[in-house]
DNA sequence: CTCTTATTCTATTGTTCGTTAGAGTAGAAG
DNA sequence: CTTCTACTCTAACGAACAATAGAATAAGAG
């Protein structure tokens, strides 16, 4: 008996090939970051393209072979296409690739050290420490996504201040406050904009370990649409 | 200020490219293969090749992809050339590349029934059950992968029989002996046929539920070298 | 030094992928 | 029915990838 028969050869040769469908999914940076930005929660075509800064028809064609990937799926809502992710443990492989590229590209380290650290010098809260933090009462927690990325889901409690608003509603913080910001991911260009704005106005004002995808699936408590506070 | 300011485009453009690699890396199906393999351990290019079906100058074309990515990496050790992971997180990553596969393509939960539960009918043995059967004493743990495999490194207790000896060999092992197999991982092909041939003389056999480097990676007992008994 | 083995490099060819432009479609509003 | 908006499809073309053959290299044996 041979130790490849040839039936066990064709079982191999399809189960890595679709082990591989996953692959290709991710083989391509715009395609890495719109998962990224799915795992935030469903969006536009319009949106998803916006935000990577790409045309809508190149983003239409990446979302279709993310689809095809069955990764991601779609909802229609009158001329407007709503892409999701097909399962929360798409996101969890998101995250377990984003993880194994830090470790393995020291670049990628540099990368944050140089734009984020650099940039707000102080070591980022942990999950556990603001969850003290906002049972002392002390904080506040500051989201700086887009207003309807808050919207579609956000740390229970905290305030939405969009970036590009914030320079305007800043005056309103409490004198003295201390913020805790957060947005996407860990490597969210939001967050360290919104430092350096709070900074310079005399707040004392740190962010957050990681984004909004973490905490929900960290099991934390969030909320949807507007809060009234 | 805009949202996405120059410097914030630049940035998340360098970051999703090195997330990509780990994707490029992995959307070859030959190269998910050679990394399955490389989870038992150290190969040379001429074993990975033969195991992969494919020849030498593709797989070492692959495996240069591999070393490219950082996933591998190489020892040269006389003429030969012997490639293993770069880290163990990478076997993670491939367990969860996997296990998404077969959460989100029906297709490979039907190839794996249709090949490996039709083939042997009973559920297979989970690790626990194995060490409990173990502590009683009354199983025989078979590892049917090549020798030069077993000797990389094996569930501790366990008799290397490669499938291609097992015929010869059944033979001798006690009659009526309850007999466990395992290969190297869940959806290695060896087993199957492994049961195949140790029911027909008459054997009580199972498979375990997955393969040695799960078992490793669960922090469970390894031996490494030939076995003593 | 030559020969052999194991592996890698180079060049070539065919295939797939990514992007863009332009046309086409589905649904809502007038 | 027309018009608008949001999105998708088609075709085209250059770029990147995969497989192969043949040459080249590195290390050990004779």
Redesign the pocket.
Known sequence: MATNRPSGRLVKDELYGHFSRIG?AV??P?RIELLDLLCQGER???VLADRAAM????C??????LRESRLVT?R?E????FYRLADDSVCTFFGVLRDLATDRYAEVDRIVQDYFNARDGLEPVSRDELLRMAGDGDVVVLDVRPAEEYEAGHIAGAVSVPLDDLQARVASFPEGAFVVAYCRGPYCVLVPQALEVLRREGFEARRLEDGFPEWRQAGLPVAVGQESN
């Open positions: 290709k083989a391509h715009k536009s075509v319009e045309s809508v028809v190149n239409s064609a990446h979302l279709r072979v779609t229609r009158g001329t407007r296409v």
